[in-house]
């Protein structure tokens, strides 16, 4: 039992070498095999195929990032039914914007190799449409706190293409950070200033200032 699963991580981490060189398209089982000192079918006996091989280095970074995401998301939507962010209490949202934002730059720098492979070598994949996925999910959470902002403040509904594009900006914000900020103390602090960017935009939509920051 011990020696299968010394087997898997080898061929993992002879897998994490080769896709990150050439991406998961020109990849080869059979040099992932050889690196890792084992024949090909001995890989088909832990993975599938060469799509699965690349899901296995990717999934648990990305589940991580999801549970993160529709935490926060969960926890952000019960503030706004219960009119609390509507109340002068902007300070604790971006705190609480800030406090899941350090929670994904630790997933992406913990697992940045698994997200550099996602958002750089996934092509063909099955995974490639990852990032359109969790733009999606932006989108709906934030259309709906739009919807909602709108019907409590009234003035004029946000268009979809304006939430589209706040959602994708959410996204490039951190996928700037893992591709381009070699430390995760630097996106730390690069975080600091998004985030202050990102929450005031959005409540400047709705003509609300947080409190000292005018």
Not at 139 to 154: I, P, R, S, V
Request: charged share 30%.
């Amino acid at each position: 039992m011990k020696d299968e699963k010394e087997t898997g991580k080898k061929l993992q981490k002879s897998a994490m070498e080769e896709f990150l060189e050439k991406g998961f398209m020109k990849a080869s089982l059979r040099t992932i095999c050889k690196n890792a000192g084992v024949t090909t079918g001995a890989l088909y006996f832990f993975f599938e195929d060469k799509d699965d091989l690349f899901g296995s280095l990717v999934k648990e970074p990305l589940t991580r990032v999801y549970q993160v995401m529709e935490q926060h998301f969960k926890d952000e939507k019960q503030a706004m039914e219960s009119g609390r962010l509507l109340n002068g209490e902007i300070q604790e949202d971006d705190d609480a914007d800030f406090q899941a934002t350090l929670e994904i730059v630790h997933e992406l720098y913990r697992y940045r190799d698994e997200f550099r492979l996602l958002l750089e070598k996934s092509q063909g994949s099955s995974v490639e449409g990852a990032v359109d996925e969790i733009v999606r999910i932006c989108e709906e959470h934030y259309k709906l706190l739009a919807e909602a902002m709108q019907k409590q403040l009234g003035g004029e509904q946000i268009e979809h293409n304006v939430i589209h594009w706040i959602a994708h900006a959410q996204i490039d914000v951190f996928i700037y950070a893992v591709t381009h900020i070699d430390t995760e103390e630097e996106a730390v602090r690069y975080m600091e200033h998004a985030v202050k960017y990102m929450v005031c935009g959005w409540y400047g939509m709705f003509g609300i200032m947080p409190a000292g920051w005018e």
